[in-house]
């Protein structure tokens, strides 16, 4: 009876450990054999870094990641800046049409992918416009900015804004408010909706599909061509090499953040020593 | 400069609606351009005639919506039930459901635990659960597909290896490696409203079902469950909606035999060039999505009603 009991105690503890090894099993393993001499067979054959050697002197990568860093960089600049303009409207004031307003604007983060790459990439045909790296700022603008507002929306709530008020009685006009009180305040809400937005961007692999053209590739697609090679071809050597460093790198930011939120928060010890000197 | 800073300054504080306007001007120009007029385009596609070689006619017709429905047969020329589309519009709701339903049979119990038992690692627990959106969503997809492959993928090679099996297992490229994929990319989207719910739940409730004398069973379908409606409602709207679009998973973890809607419209623009009748495939899914959107949203505003009463 007391072992039934305790395995029914332990069950649930037992499914979360599971739970997390289907999560993360499948990254350690694509890690591990990444440095696996046989590049088209899950078992261990011996140790080797040729894959890591065939990846970095693959020219194509170098030209993915500078258009990958260049689309989500530009994009994840805009749609910070009008994902909180737009939040801080949406906070403050009250408008005609608002509450179509709030439909629409979350309308991207419903509709399928699929849907609204194949959309937009009727939508640039119509126009005209070839597609390259511009479409794709464009798209990832669009689908960012709904992302940024929850974020931003978010911190909004938590904030005192009685400060603003005070700001403004003791003299300053709206914008000296908004830039030395309101923006302030706002900014660790800021950071973190751009520190998300950023990934939903680089990652995205969809829409970006189809809104770019073969010889502008960035990292996804360029991931999902390699994919469809090894689908025929078996090397999925280079791939494992490639999903290894993009798999570390995301998993690093994160920790990246966290580690500077933190010294920004409690700040480095000592360091308000320098500062009371300076005053 | 400062004076006709004053002077704009001045005119948007006397006309709040210039202020509202200029600050909104950009995402409503971005939305209306890069949203809304796409969606448009494809809507009046959607009533075009499909002319050849990829044309588009512009008469003005509902073909491609009945085609969706109804086709002719090839001998009578009878109209009948489109089994084709049919099956994959069924294919794409049963996919999506069994995603759902596996998203929250492996998240609840877990995020229950985490919940109540978590402790002070509580957050660590779910930050665990969220990590993997920062990874690529690419990479998570192909990790799983080294991990099926037959014979050469992991879970063939340990179970050839170590000889508990001596036929490779068919896991990718069908149904089984879909739905793996599915809940893999979407058990975050349920753990997060779950445990937003649980989190809250009211532990005293717990202590007085069980000093009342509920069983353990009794007490999960009884007080948590229903508590908790609101946070399995979320969850399965936030798998249920991607799940029944997607179009990566099943392009490569399904191979050619299961598609669903997603890559049914993406093959009808690109493979047929038949923009006509996947635009209206697309306007098809886009209600599809809408619809269960508003159940949503009617359902948890009666339910909000029912939590204020208790």
Redesign the interface.
């Known amino acids: 009876m007391s072992v039934v009991r305790s395995l029914?105690r332990a069950s649930?503890?037992g499914?979360?450990g599971l739970?997390?090894l289907?999560?993360y099993a499948?990254?350690f393993?694509?890690m591990i054999?990444s440095f696996n001499t046989a590049g088209?067979?899950?078992?261990w054959q011996g140790f080797s870094l040729e894959w890591y050697e065939k990846l970095l002197s693959y020219d194509q990568l170098w030209k993915s990641l500078r258009i990958s860093l260049m689309v989500t960089g530009t994009a994840v600049i805009l749609s910070t800046?009008?994902?909180t303009?737009?939040a801080?409207?949406l906070y403050r004031?009250r408008?005609w049409g608002k509450r179509l307003?709030e439909g629409?604007?979350y309308?991207?983060m419903?509709?399928?992918?699929?849907?609204?790459g194949?959309?937009?990439l009727?939508?640039f045909i119509?126009l005209g416009m070839p597609r390259g790296i511009l479409t794709m700022i464009?798209?990832h603008?669009?689908f960012t900015?709904p992302l940024v507002v929850l974020v931003v929306l978010a911190r909004m709530q938590r904030i005192d804004w009685t400060l603003e008020e005070a700001a403004m009685d003791l003299g300053a006009?709206?914008?000296t408010t908004l830039r030395r009180v309101t923006l302030p305040l706002l900014f660790p809400g800021i950071m973190a909706a751009a520190f998300l937005a950023f990934?939903w961007s680089f990652?995205?692999?969809?829409i970006t599909y189809f809104v770019t053209s073969p010889g502008n590739a960035p990292?996804?697609v360029l991931?999902?061509n390699l994919?469809l090679g090894a689908?025929r071809s078996?090397a999925?050597g280079m791939?494992?090499a490639?999903?290894t460093l993009?798999?570390v790198a995301?998993?690093l930011?994160?920790l990246v953040a966290v580690l500077l939120l933190r010294v920004r928060r409690f700040s480095l010890p000592g360091l308000h020593l320098l500062r009371k000197k300076r005053a | 400069m400062s004076s006709f800073r004053r002077r704009v300054l001045g005119f948007l504080w006397r006309h709040p609606g210039a202020k509202t306007g200029v600050t909104l001007s950009p995402v409503v120009f971005w939305l209306a351009l890069f949203v809304l007029a796409p969606m448009l385009i494809v809507l009046y596609y959607s009533f075009l005639t499909n002319g050849p070689h990829g044309a588009l006619l512009p008469t003005p017709t509902l073909e491609n919506y009945k085609d969706v429905f109804i086709t002719e047969d090839l001998r009578t020329g009878q109209p009948e039930a489109n089994w084709l589309y049919l099956n994959i519009f069924g294919r794409s709701l049963l996919l999506a459901f069994l995603t759902t339903l596996l998203c929250l049979l492996l998240g609840y119990p877990v995020t229950y635990w985490i919940a109540l038992y978590g402790g002070r690692y509580k957050n660590l627990w779910i930050g665990l659960f969220i990590l993997p959106f920062w990874t690529s969503y690419l990479v998570r997809i192909f990790a799983w597909m080294f991990l099926l492959r037959d014979p050469s993928g992991f879970i063939n090679q340990l179970l050839l290896q170590t000889g508990l099996i001596h036929e490779p297992l068919q896991l990718l490229f069908n149904t089984t490696g879909v739905i793996i994929g599915m809940v893999y990319t979407y058990l975050p989207f349920a753990v997060i409203p779950l445990y937003a719910a649980l989190e809250r739940l009211d532990r005293s409730v717990l202590e007085a079902a069980f000093d009342l004398g509920a069983r353990p069973w009794q007490r999960l379908w009884r007080v948590t469950v229903p508590l908790t409606r609101g946070g399995i409602l979320s969850a399965s709207v936030l798998v249920f909606v991607p799940s029944v679009g997607e179009y990566l998973i099943p392009d490569l973890m399904g191979g050619a035999k299961v598609n669903m809607l997603g890559n049914l419209i993406a093959d009808k623009f690109f493979r047929d060039q038949n923009w006509a009748f996947g635009s209206a495939l697309s306007i098809g899914l886009i209600l599809l999505v809408m619809a269960l959107l508003l159940v949503y949203f009617k359902v948890s505003r009666s339910e909000q009603v029912f939590e204020r009463r208790v």
């Not at chain 1, 088209?40 to 078992?43: D, S």
């Not at chain 1, 419903?110 to 609204?116: D, Q, R």
């Not at chain 1, 990652?203 to 969809?206: A, E, H, P, S, Y």
Request: proline share 9%; no cysteine.
């Open positions: 029914g649930l503890p499914l979360l739970v997390y289907f999560i499948p990254l393993i694509l054999f088209n067979l899950a078992w800046v009008i994902g303009l737009t801080y409207a004031w408008f307003f629409m604007l309308l991207p419903y509709i399928p992918e699929v849907v609204l194949i959309s937009l009727v939508f119509f464009l798209a603008v669009a900015i006009d709206e914008l990934p990652n995205d692999f969809v990292l996804p991931t999902y994919i689908k078996g999925m791939i494992n490639l999903g993009m798999t995301a998993l930011l994160p």
